[in-house]
């Protein structure tokens, strides 16, 4: 069974710097894109930053030049953080998209359960 475990969230002042990871788990063959996806009291989920297997990335207007999307060789996605800003507040969700557990699978995609992030003075 596959699971995406983020952590890395937590409680910052206006102009801190956190990094989020995402480690995907379980017998997984390929993925075709991770990304994050934020959640704020009161508003849709929308997307954070996105990272292809090939290496493009994409970035919400919002995190352009702050936030830093990358990832390792072990299924596992990183997201910098820096300059945060109290509407950056929110619940940080990780998504793998197009995920196949062997060759011949079908693509799947899965969620993480999220991370809180608070950015108050």
């Known amino acids: 069974q596959v699971q995406l475990v983020e952590s890395g969230g937590g409680l910052v002042q206006p102009g801190a710097s956190l990094r989020l990871s995402c480690a995907a788990s379980g017998t997984i063959f390929s993925i075709d894109s991770m990304g994050w996806y934020r959640q704020a009291p009161g508003k849709e989920r929308e997307l954070v930053a996105s990272?292809?297997?090939?290496?493009?990335t994409q970035y919400t207007d919002s995190a352009k030049g702050r936030f830093t999307i990358s990832s390792s060789a072990e299924n596992t996605v990183f997201l910098q953080m820096n300059g945060l800003k109290p509407e950056d507040t929110a619940v940080y969700y990780c998504n793998a998209v197009g995920l196949r557990q062997i060759r011949r699978d079908a693509r799947r995609d899965y969620w993480g359960k999220g991370t809180l992030v608070i950015v108050s003075s």
């Open positions: 990272l292809s297997s090939g290496g493009t």
